[in-house]
C-alpha cells in the first residue's frame, strides 16, 4: 500500500476529524501513486492517521474514508451507506432525502440523493468515482429502486481529471417523476433539471412559511420551479408571482403550479431579477411578502465581497417591495458566505433601506443534510425571515 507522510506541522483540522490533506501539506510519498489508489495515510511521527483514495493532480490529494486499517471493497461502501440510510431513518427523511452528504457522511465528493424510488448521484473526485458500481449495486440490494440516474456533469469534475457526464446507471426510465413535499407534488426533472433536479435542502425551509403568507400578496425571486411559490399559494396567499430567469424553470414553476390545482393564484414569469427588483422597488410596487432564493453567487475566495454585494442589493431591493410590517424571507447557499457575514449583510441592507427588522426565523439545511462542526463547508445554507418596517 502506498504511504504518505504528513508534515510535521500539519493542521489540526486533520488530526481534529477533517478528511482533506492538501497536496502542500504531504512531505512525502512512499510509493507510485495513481489517481484513485487507496493510500494509508501517516503523521510525521510514523502514527496511522488514516486511510483514503489519492489524487496527486488534484489540489486535495487525499480525500480520507477511515481513520480505521479496515479494507476499503465494495461492502466498505455498503456498510457507509446502509449507515447513512439508518440515519436518515432515525431522523425522520425517508421519502425523499439527500442519502449520502458527501464529508458529511464520511463518504468525500459522493453525493446521492433520494426522490422516493429513484436515484440520483454524483461522485465529484476521481477516488470516488472509481467506486461507482460497487455504490450502484449498494443502492439495488438496499432500496430496490426504480431508477438510478448519473448527474456527473459538473465542471468541479476537470479538477480531478474526470470527464462531465450524465446517464443512467440502471435500466432506463422516464427522467420526469413526480415527488411529494409537504402535502403538494412537484415534478423533478432528473435528466435536465438543476444540479440533482431538485433543492431538497430546502424542504423544511419551504414549510416556515406557512403562516406569514396568508392572504398575503407574494414576490418570489429566484423561484426555480416554483417550490416555495406553490407553498404560499397552498398556505392561503392572496396572489403570488414568481420570477427566474431560465424560461425552462419557469415551464417547470407553471406544470408544477397546474399539478396542485393553484394556477389560478400563483404564476411565473421568466425575467432577470436584479433588473427587476431595482425597476420595481424604484416604481414603488409593494408586497406583503418577498422571497429571496439565489444561487451561490462565488465559488472561490476572491469574490466573496462581489458576493456580499450581490446579497447586500437584492436584498436592499427586496426590502423596499415590502409593505410596513411585511415579511423578508431571504436564503444564501454560499458556503464561503458563514453565517455571521449573511446576517451582517442583512443587518446593513436593512440600515441603507432604512428599516427596521426582527428576526423570525433563522434556519441552515433541512437536517438529512447533516452539518459537520469543524467543516464550514457543511454548513452552508442560511434561511432568514424577518418582519419589516419602516423607520
Ligand atoms: N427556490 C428554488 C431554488 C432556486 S435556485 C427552490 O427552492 O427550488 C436559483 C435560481 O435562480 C435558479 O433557478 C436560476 O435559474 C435563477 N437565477 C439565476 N440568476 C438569476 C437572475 N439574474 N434572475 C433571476 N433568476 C436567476
Redesign the pocket.
Known amino acids: 500500500m502506498i504511504k504518505v507522510y504528513l508534515k510535521r506541522k500539519i493542521a489540526n483540522r486533520i488530526f481534529n476529524g477533517h478528511p482533506w490533506v492538501f497536496g502542500n501539506e504531504a512531505e512525502r510519498i512512499d510509493g507510485n501513486a495513481n489517481p484513485g489508489d487507496i493510500v494509508d495515510v501517516f503523521y510525521n511521527d510514523g502514527r496511522f492517521c488514516g486511510r483514503g483514495f489519492i489524487n496527486p493532480k488534484s489540489q486535495i490529494l487525499v480525500r480520507l474514508l477511515t481513520r480505521h486499517k479496515e479494507e476499503i471493497n465494495e461492502q466498505f461502501f455498503y456498510n457507509r451507506i446502509n449507515k447513512a440510510w439508518n440515519y436518515r431513518k432515525k431522523i425522520g427523511y425517508t421519502e425523499n432525502c439527500r442519502l449520502i452528504f458527501g464529508e458529511a457522511d464520511e463518504m468525500p465528493a459522493l453525493i446521492i440523493d433520494k426522490f422516493n424510488d429513484y436515484f440520483v448521484i454524483q461522485t465529484l473526485a476521481y477516488g470516488m468515482d472509481v467506486w461507482k458500481t460497487a455504490i450502484v449495486k449498494t443502492l439495488q440490494e438496499i432500496f430496490n429502486p426504480k431508477g438510478i440516474y448519473e448527474r456527473n456533469d459538473v465542471p468541479v469534475r476537470e479538477l480531478e481529471g474526470l470527464p462531465q457526464q450524465k446517464g443512467f446507471l440502471s435500466a432506463n426510465f422516464d427522467t420526469n417523476i413526480i415527488i411529494n413535499e409537504n402535502g403538494l407534488k412537484f415534478y423533478v426533472d432528473i435528466e435536465n433539471g ?1 444540479k440533482t433536479g ?2 431538497l435542502d ?1 424542504q423544511d425551509n ?1 414549510k416556515s412559511i406557512k403562516h406569514i403568507v396568508k392572504n398575503a400578496d407574494v414576490l418570489g ?5 416554483g ?2 411559490e406553490i407553498h404560499a399559494a397552498y398556505y392561503g396567499a392572496k396572489s403570488v408571482l414568481g ?4 424560461e425552462h ?1 419557469v415551464a417547470q414553476a407553471n406544470k408544477n403550479a397546474a399539478l396542485n390545482g393553484l394556477e389560478n393564484i400563483v404564476r411565473f414569469e421568466a ?4 433588473d427587476v427588483l431595482k425597476k420595481w422597488s424604484k416604481e414603488e410596487k409593494k408586497y406583503d411578502v418577498v422571497m429571496l ?3 451561490a453567487f462565488t465559488k472561490s475566495r476572491e469574490n466573496i465581497q462581489k458576493a456580499i454585494a450581490g446579497y447586500k442589493e437584492i436584498n436592499l431591493r427586496g426590502m423596499q417591495l415590502i409593505k410596513n410590517g411585511g415579511f423578508l424571507v431571504t436564503s444564501s447557499c454560499t458556503n464561503l458566505v458563514p453565517p455571521e457575514m449573511f446576517l451582517h449583510t442583512i443587518e446593513l441592507a436593512a440600515k441603507d433601506a432604512r428599516k427596521k427588522i426582527r428576526q423570525v426565523v433563522f434556519n441552515a439545511q433541512a437536517s438529512d443534510h447533516p452539518i459537520i462542526w469543524g467543516m464550514e463547508n457543511t454548513n452552508y445554507l442560511k434561511f432568514l425571515i424577518v418582519e419589516v418596517c419602516d423607520k
Open positions: 438543476q431538485y433543492f430546502q419551504r425571486v429566484f423561484t426555480y420551479t417550490t416555495f420570477l427566474d430567469i431560465s424553470a425575467m432577470n431579477a436584479f432564493d439565489p444561487p
